[in-house]
């Protein structure tokens, strides 16, 4: 079947469709790469896709995914360390008993795991541990923890490295690590100012809750050696860089620093633990996803997308590009979005790769 034809073009669509189905309903708790597989299989089997560009597709997104893997273990290694509880008993000190103060000290901490550990850290891991700090000093949680599951969003455009769609932009942006992170710092500051105002005033309600007296024990001692680790691997990030070291290598470094002493005293529970906390599937589904959006990429579809992008460079091209990407997204959400839009941005007519993803 030939994917340039309205046949080929529809069956991909249909075969993209059901996998994000498939990764947003999990029936039965599958995990998505259920799903996802067999249609990367598919897609390849029908002639939707040549063998050799789903390899190529794999290797492209090969220093990607291997980042996904090594930050994913770096952050669960880092909360076995006792970072996350840490940060809690630094909220809860700097609350000082009042949910005001507190939600100004989860936007600190959250926008921060954001933007240095992505946003599956601070979804997954901080979220529970804000849960559990509100409860702590006698605050209502809900300003917390929806504070910090939107910062998970609104907080990772600072880095290359806080989201997996930074980095597969970053790969055609042209830019340096330090060059990105200098683009993304005013917009961050900006959007996490203004969801900090919506936050204060569309909960004003539960953050008027009396004032609580914070534990005499709410200081949790810092773990070191983690933190220690955590700022070398985001400085490595930044050195290492221009020397044209993938950030999966940094992140890598990183989680071995901290798994080091687990291997020494456990070899085998602690590796099975590593592959544990890297999440293989997830990963393969990364892969399988990226197949599959290469079907459409290549038909009718990806060419239709690509005429709504703007030839011109300047503001308003911009503003238009960044509007087909915000609708792609909602559509298709963001990971595909982004596997659709990068190489189209990046080889537009007029529009070298530094400008468009600057």
């Known amino acids: 079947m030939d994917v340039t034809t309205t046949a080929g073009a529809v069956v991909a669509v249909v075969v993209l469709v059901a996998v994000l189905v498939f990764a947003v309903v999990r029936p039965y708790g599958l995990p998505e790469v259920v799903g996802a597989l067999p249609a990367a299989v598919l897609v390849i089997a029908l002639g939707l896709v040549p063998w050799h560009d789903a390899l190529d597709e794999a290797r492209t997104l090969g220093p990607t995914v291997g980042f996904l893997a090594a930050i994913l273990v770096l952050a669960e290694l880092a909360r076995e360390d006792g970072v996350f509880a840490w940060a809690g008993g630094v909220m809860a000190c700097a609350s000082r008993g009042s949910p005001r103060r507190l ?17 599956d850290a601070t ?17 209502r949680a809900r300003p917390g923890v929806y504070a910090s599951t939107h910062l998970a969003n609104t907080a990772s455009t600072l880095l ?6 930074n980095l597969l932009a970053f790969g055609a942006s ?32 539960d953050l008027a809750t009396p004032v609580h007296r ?37 992140a890598a470094a990183g989680a071995l620093a901290l798994a080091a002493p687990r291997l020494v005293r456990s070899p085998r529970r602690e590796a099975t633990a590593v592959v544990r906390a ?7 589904f ?36 960044a509007g087909l990407a915000a609708v792609l997204a909602n559509l298709l959400n963001n990971l595909p979005a982004t596997l659709v839009l990068v190489p189209l941005t990046a080889h537009s007519p007029g529009c070298c790769s530094r400008c468009c993803w600057a």
């Open 103 to 119: 939600l100004g000290a989860v936007f600190v901490v959250a926008s921060v795991t954001t933007a240095v550990l992505s946003l």
């Open 123 to 139: 979804v997954v891991l901080l979220t529970p541990v804000v849960l559990a700090t509100a409860t702590r000093i006698g605050a």
């Open 160 to 165: 290359p490295v806080s989201n997996l769609t």
């Open 174 to 205: 042209g830019l340096t690590f330090a060059g990105f992170a200098g683009l993304m710092a005013l917009p961050w500051l900006a959007t996490v100012a203004v969801e900090y105002g919506v936050f204060r005033w569309w909960f004003r309600g």
């Open 214 to 250: 914070v534990p005499d024990d709410a200081a949790t001692p810092a773990p070191r050696f983690a933190l220690v680790v955590l700022a070398a691997t985001l400085v490595g990030f930044a050195v290492v860089e221009p020397f044209g070291v993938a950030p999966a290598w940094v």
């Open 278 to 284: 890297a999440n293989v599937p997830f990963l393969v």
């Open 286 to 321: 990364v892969l399988a996803l990226g197949v599959v959006v290469l079907a459409v990429r290549n038909g009718p579809v990806g060419d239709g997308v690509a005429h709504l992008v703007p030839a011109r460079t300047d503001f308003l091209g911009l503003l238009a590009v």
